[in-house]
């Protein structure tokens, strides 16, 4: 499974002061695989993913980001735009962080930054206008026409994106971070404020995704329906430690995850965790 | 917004007793507040005692007049609508208005090459016009920091003097030429602007204005306290009128009224100013919408709109800030030479705080971000400090009075929608109210 491994995260620990948010917690995330990180509000999932990404330096342990060319990345020591950058991670936010004010087709653009900055000569090309910039935009363009055509947003490409419905607006974030290229993709709760339409649709896109590109994705999430349906592993935290792990029936079987994720009520988590299923 | 919703009818239509009871709050206010600074006049007597006498009718009829006023006011309110002063402007104007705008970049600009024709024997207007010029540019520079990248600037003026004394010094102590020194001063700008982003750009917001203001004051008082260089206070005078590619526009033998032929006439210069000054401001346009279009300025733009998604698809935030500091202060480099050479004669006091203050209203008032906003606002406020010139002592009050009734009107600046810089099938301006300001 080693081999298989992306992103393995090894003894991670993060405190706030005394606030022990995440406490030596291991887990890996395969390959050209979904793997979700569930557990109850509070329970270090966020941190977690802000660790990986970059937004926070963790107090301890080591994640390491395995290339498919073998090349190994300790994310730990990289910080904020060179994990995006160099270790090719990609993430969204839970509340929605797009470029409001700018159009959807413009936010696709942004995130392809790094390549055409290169196409550019870091500006001073573009700025005369040599042919090869205007190629490499070209190509830009494609890419991001592409991908709006994934998302269904083909037809708002010139809308502003502050403009575009909730669940358009999720879709899109989407769409900009895998115009970046990435290794692995980071979801933090793309579900959520989404509709049971909506829900079945951000699933089938992101089982494409897995499928057709190979990029490997890690997922928080709420919504049981969604982790339930494409998850190939799931990493259950509750505390800031993992619970629990294994396929989603192993998952969802352990009495222990039922006990912690979903409080003491035995039966109502029960419930509720078969109406996922 | 051009039409009025038959709905708010009835909220339209206060009853009387409430539009009484807003009046007499007014008059009461009125009451107080004017009571001890109409009411009572106090003044020192012929031996220094305090003298004091009433002024009750005074405070009458201005009270009276307040209660009339909030009448007056609240009235008109309900005819117009709750929406304001938008409400005022029919759709048909606003048609035209769009009409107007479309053309009206390209007319500017064929009046502003005609400028030195029509008014050829007008020294004053050609003054003001290469004046409002130099703010345009200045504005055009500023609005690549605050307006495209959001970080906020007070103290541009730094770079627009260190423009002006590179031009000075290079040209008095060494003497070379302006078209030299041009370009010097504005890579010595953009170093001092690359110098002031690395500490300050790990602020954000107000912090970051404060500390901009602060680097403005220092240059300010190295300028002054600097004597051997600078030559402080007294500034620096003598500096080398511009040639026209070596040839000077004087008198003398070679000067290039001998050369052409025709009859030596100062407004010469005057005119040759004003087109330099014109070409180099729309160079800093040229570039800046064209910098717009590349990937460095989505990203400053992207910077504006939210800093932590930029960081989380790999824009290197300090570079891309560092770049628009760098970027507007060689703009301002550039004007601060041309002011050199138009003046002839420098010295701190052409460098304080309010030309900053200057500069960011003329951006804030344009529409942050809007080339042609920028322009239009640089044209009336410069020409409007002009304008208001015949009212003495009040032009700053009815000046103040205006821009407070502007940005009542249009809280977003005169332009305040945003131009994409990439479209697919058509490009639709982005209304102001998606458009983020940026705060550092």
């Given at each position: 499974?080693?081999?298989?491994?992306?992103?393995?995260?090894?003894?991670?620990?993060?405190?706030?002061?005394?606030?022990?948010?995440?406490?030596?917690?291991?887990?890996?995330?395969?390959?050209?695989?979904?793997?979700?990180?569930?557990?109850?509000?509070?329970?270090?999932?966020?941190?977690?993913?802000?660790?990986?990404?970059?937004?926070?330096?963790?107090?301890?342990?080591?994640?390491?980001?395995?290339?498919?060319?073998?090349?190994?990345?300790?994310?730990?020591?990289?910080?904020?735009?060179?994990?995006?950058?160099?270790?090719?991670?990609?993430?969204?936010?839970?509340?929605?962080?797009?470029?409001?004010?700018?159009?959807?087709?413009?936010?696709?653009?942004?995130?392809?930054?790094?390549?055409?900055?290169?196409?550019?000569?870091?500006?001073?090309?573009?700025?005369?206008?040599?042919?090869?910039?205007?190629?490499?935009?070209?190509?830009?363009?494609?890419?991001?026409?592409?991908?709006?055509?994934?998302?269904?947003?083909?037809?708002?490409?010139?809308?502003?994106?502050?403009?575009?419905?909730?669940?358009?607006?999720?879709?899109?974030?989407?769409?900009?971070?895998?115009?970046?290229?990435?290794?692995?993709?980071?979801?933090?709760?793309?579900?959520?404020?989404?509709?049971?339409?909506?829900?079945?649709?951000?699933?089938?896109?992101?089982?494409?995704?897995?499928?057709?590109?190979?990029?490997?994705?890690?997922?928080?999430?709420?919504?049981?329906?969604?982790?339930?349906?494409?998850?190939?592993?799931?990493?259950?935290?509750?505390?800031?430690?993992?619970?629990?792990?294994?396929?989603?029936?192993?998952?969802?079987?352990?009495?222990?995850?039922?006990?912690?994720?979903?409080?003491?009520?035995?039966?109502?988590?029960?419930?509720?965790?078969?109406?996922?299923? | 917004m051009t039409t009025i919703p038959q709905t708010t009818h009835a909220s339209r239509t206060a009853g009387i007793p409430s539009i009484l009871k807003t009046a007499v709050i007014n008059a009461l206010v009125a009451l107080v507040l004017f009571s001890l600074m109409v009411g009572i006049r106090t003044e020192?007597?012929?031996?220094?005692?305090l003298t004091y006498w009433t002024r009750f009718g005074e405070l009458a009829s201005l009270v009276a007049v307040v209660f009339g006023g909030s009448i007056v006011i609240e009235l008109l309110r309900q005819w117009i609508g709750p929406s304001g002063a938008e409400r005022l402007v029919p759709p048909a104007v606003h048609t035209g208005m769009a009409?107007v705008g479309?053309?009206?970049?390209?007319?500017?600009?064929?009046?502003?090459?005609?400028?030195?024709?029509?008014?050829?024997?007008?020294?004053?207007?050609?003054?003001?016009?290469?004046?409002?010029?130099?703010?345009?540019?200045?504005?055009?520079?500023?609005?690549?920091?605050?307006?495209?990248?959001?970080?906020?600037?007070?103290?541009?003026?730094?770079?627009?003097?260190?423009?002006?004394?590179?031009?000075?010094?290079?040209?008095?102590?060494?003497?070379?030429?302006?078209?030299?020194?041009?370009?010097?001063?504005?890579?010595?700008?953009?170093?001092?602007?690359?110098?002031?982003?690395?500490?300050?750009?790990?602020?954000?917001?107000?912090?970051?204005?404060?500390?901009?203001?602060?680097?403005?004051?220092?240059?300010?008082?190295?300028?002054?306290?600097?004597?051997?260089?600078?030559?402080?206070?007294?500034?620096?005078?003598?500096?080398?009128?511009?040639?026209?590619?070596?040839?000077?526009?004087?008198?003398?033998?070679?000067?290039?009224?001998?050369?052409?032929?025709?009859?030596?006439?100062?407004?010469?210069?005057?005119?040759?100013?004003?087109?330099?000054?014109?070409?180099?401001?729309?160079?800093?346009?040229?570039?800046?919408?064209?910098?717009?279009?590349?990937?460095?300025?989505?990203?400053?733009?992207?910077?504006?709109?939210?800093?932590?998604?930029?960081?989380?698809?790999?824009?290197?935030?300090?570079?891309?800030?560092?770049?628009?500091?760098?970027?507007?202060?060689?703009?301002?480099?550039?004007?601060?030479?041309?002011?050199?050479?138009?003046?002839?004669?420098?010295?701190?006091?052409?460098?304080?705080?309010?030309?900053?203050a200057?500069?960011?209203a003329i951006?804030v008032l344009g529409g942050?971000?809007?080339?042609?906003g920028?322009?239009l606002a640089?044209l009336t406020m410069?020409g409007g400090f002009e304008l208001f010139r015949g009212l003495e002592t009040y032009r700053m009050l009815v000046f103040g009075m205006a821009m407070v009734l502007i940005m009542i009107w249009r809280p977003r600046g005169l332009i305040g929608h945003?131009?994409?810089?990439?479209?697919?099938?058509?490009?639709?301006?982005?209304s102001s109210d998606?458009?983020?300001e940026?705060?550092?």
């Amino acid at each position: 499974m080693s081999g298989e491994s992306i992103l393995k995260v090894d003894k991670l620990t993060m405190r706030f002061g005394g606030i022990v948010a995440v406490h030596e917690l291991s887990f890996a995330a395969e390959r050209r695989k979904i793997t979700a990180l569930i557990g109850p509000n509070g329970a270090g999932k966020t941190t977690v993913f802000n660790c990986i990404t970059g937004f926070y330096k963790p107090s301890g342990g080591t994640i390491r980001l395995t290339h498919d060319d073998g090349r190994q990345i300790a994310l730990e020591r990289l910080n904020d735009f060179r994990i995006a950058k160099q270790a090719k991670v990609a993430r969204t936010f839970q509340n929605i962080r797009l470029f409001p004010g700018m159009t959807a087709l413009e936010n696709l653009m942004v995130a392809q930054h790094n390549a055409l900055m290169r196409a550019s000569g870091f500006t001073f090309l573009g700025l005369i206008g040599v042919p090869t910039y205007r190629s490499a935009e070209a190509s830009a363009i494609a890419l991001a026409t592409e991908w709006l055509r994934r998302v269904n947003l083909l037809d708002r490409a010139d809308d502003a994106a502050g403009n575009l419905a909730y669940g358009d607006q999720r879709r899109l974030e989407i769409a900009r971070a895998m115009c970046t290229e990435p290794a692995l993709l980071c979801l933090d709760e793309p579900a959520a404020g989404l509709n049971a339409r909506e829900s079945a649709a951000l699933s089938e896109l992101l089982l494409s995704i897995r499928n057709e590109l190979g990029t490997s994705i890690l997922l928080i999430e709420h919504d049981m329906s969604v982790v339930m349906e494409i998850s190939d592993h799931i990493v259950v935290m509750d505390h800031g430690m993992k619970i629990a792990q294994g396929s989603p029936r192993e998952v969802r079987d352990d009495p222990k995850v039922i006990a912690a994720y979903l409080g003491t009520d035995e039966e109502e988590a029960i419930a509720v965790m078969e109406s996922g299923s | 917004m051009t039409t009025i919703p038959q709905t708010t009818h009835a909220s339209r239509t206060a009853g009387i007793p409430s539009i009484l009871k807003t009046a007499v709050i007014n008059a009461l206010v009125a009451l107080v507040l004017f009571s001890l600074m109409v009411g009572i006049r106090t003044e020192a007597g012929s031996d220094g005692q305090l003298t004091y006498w009433t002024r009750f009718g005074e405070l009458a009829s201005l009270v009276a007049v307040v209660f009339g006023g909030s009448i007056v006011i609240e009235l008109l309110r309900q005819w117009i609508g709750p929406s304001g002063a938008e409400r005022l402007v029919p759709p048909a104007v606003h048609t035209g208005m769009a009409f107007v705008g479309r053309f009206l970049a390209p007319a500017l600009l064929i009046f502003a090459l005609l400028v030195p024709v029509i008014f050829y024997n007008q020294r004053y207007i050609l003054d003001l016009a290469i004046l409002v010029l130099t703010y345009v540019m200045l504005g055009w520079g500023l609005n690549v920091v605050v307006g495209l990248a959001g970080l906020l600037d007070l103290g541009y003026v730094a770079f627009y003097a260190v423009g002006a004394y590179s031009y000075a010094l290079l040209a008095t102590n060494f003497g070379w030429s302006f078209w030299v020194c041009l370009p010097l001063a504005g890579i010595l700008a953009a170093f001092w602007g690359m110098l002031l982003g690395f500490p300050v750009l790990r602020l954000r917001g107000d912090y970051l204005a404060i500390v901009t203001l602060a680097f403005g004051e220092i240059i300010r008082l190295v300028i002054i306290n600097w004597q051997e260089l600078t030559g402080g206070p007294n500034g620096v005078s003598g500096i080398p009128r511009p040639t026209l590619l070596g040839i000077p526009l004087d008198n003398s033998d070679d000067g290039l009224a001998a050369k052409l032929g025709i009859e030596y006439s100062p407004t010469h210069r005057i005119v040759f100013l004003f087109y330099l000054i014109l070409a180099m401001a729309l160079l800093t346009n040229w570039v800046t919408i064209r910098l717009r279009r590349l990937p460095i300025g989505r990203a400053w733009e992207a910077l504006r709109e939210d800093e932590v998604a930029c960081r989380a698809l790999g824009i290197n935030t300090t570079s891309t800030k560092l770049t628009a500091f760098a970027t507007g202060a060689m703009f301002g480099g550039f004007a601060g030479a041309f002011f050199a050479t138009r003046q002839g004669f420098i010295s701190p006091e052409s460098f304080t705080f309010q030309e900053s203050a200057l500069v960011l209203a003329i951006v804030v008032l344009g529409g942050m971000g809007s080339q042609l906003g920028v322009a239009l606002a640089a044209l009336t406020m410069i020409g409007g400090f002009e304008l208001f010139r015949g009212l003495e002592t009040y032009r700053m009050l009815v000046f103040g009075m205006a821009m407070v009734l502007i940005m009542i009107w249009r809280p977003r600046g005169l332009i305040g929608h945003r131009a994409p810089t990439v479209f697919l099938t058509k490009a639709k301006a982005i209304s102001s109210d998606l458009v983020k300001e940026g705060h550092g």
